[in-house]
DNA sequence: CTTTATTGATTACAGTTGTAGTCTATGTGT
DNA sequence: ACACATAGACTACAACTGTAATCAATAAAG
């Protein structure tokens, strides 16, 4: 198995408009970043190809454009950053992350109900 | 109010066993981060210098070592942290960021007791 | 007292990151 | 065909990081 790329915080920006929809173009990326970010269309491409270095993004030749898109899955990078994120910051324990995450942004209602929900799914299929 | 400092992996892991206990000398944070990982001795140092030099640690002089100390709080840097971290990753939400760790990381029963408990306090206090 | 060990301070140095600018090849308008 | 615009490739450059080594002051040991 390959090593986890380290992606910055800049690249992280492109990937994640790439993980919205994809494949598109440096121009398409660069304007979905103007309504978010205030970056330079130099900047943006400069990410673009360290991001294809670190085999994160591929792409293919349209004319003289390139189609990027993702190598790697939203989901599956969350999934290793939360996890790791976790097990650093509180020992590998979600719930004083969680407790210290309501007590700063407070929890809708919303998000109470769903996370009753996640707790009964697990309960259902561990049992 | 100041920015938030910026403290890397490195520097982290120093910050993180003066949390554990403080004050310390510097030779007692080298031993205890000795268990955990492989640095040498004038690494330990450097990052010890730097945080210092970004007012995360303080220190006092005994003699001629120093005492080490944090000036911010295990507490508010993970809770900002932990907030960052969900509003880049899952938008804000911590719902889906739990689903994705258990989902990994199974979850034990603990912790679903716990998670409960912890939404049973919010439910009592925001009715 | 003089040598030695130790502590923090300063310096080193390559790789990464943020943030672009310049170069080169190719498509486009006239 | 020819000048210009444009895309990606390459280059730039300072700050931050990981990872130490060297320097200078002082305490400890003989």
């Known amino acids: 198995m390959s090593d986890k790329p380290e992606i910055s915080n800049a690249e992280f ?5 790439l993980w ?3 494949p598109a173009t440096s121009n398409e ?3 979905r970043l103007n309504d978010k970010k205030d970056w330079h ?3 943006v491409k400069t990410l673009l190809g ?4 670190k085999e ?3 792409f293919e030749k349209q004319q003289r454009q390139y189609l990027y898109y993702p190598l790697i899955a939203r989901e599956d990078y969350t999934k290793k950053e939360t ?3 976790v097990s ?3 020992k590998g324990k979600i719930t004083p992350m969680v407790a210290g995450f309501a007590n700063q942004n407070s929890l809708s209602k919303q998000d109470i109900s769903e996370l009753k929900a996640l707790i009964k799914e697990w309960e259902q299929n561990n049992d």
């Open 29 to 31: 990326v660069i304007s």
């Open 50 to 53: 360290r991001l294809v270095k």
């Open 13 to 17: 920006e492109v990937l994640d408009v």
């Open 20 to 22: 919205d929809d994809h």
């Open 83 to 85: 996890a790791s994120f």
């Open 88 to 90: 650093r910051l509180f």
């Open 56 to 58: 994160v993004l591929g």
């Open 41 to 43: 269309e130099k900047t």
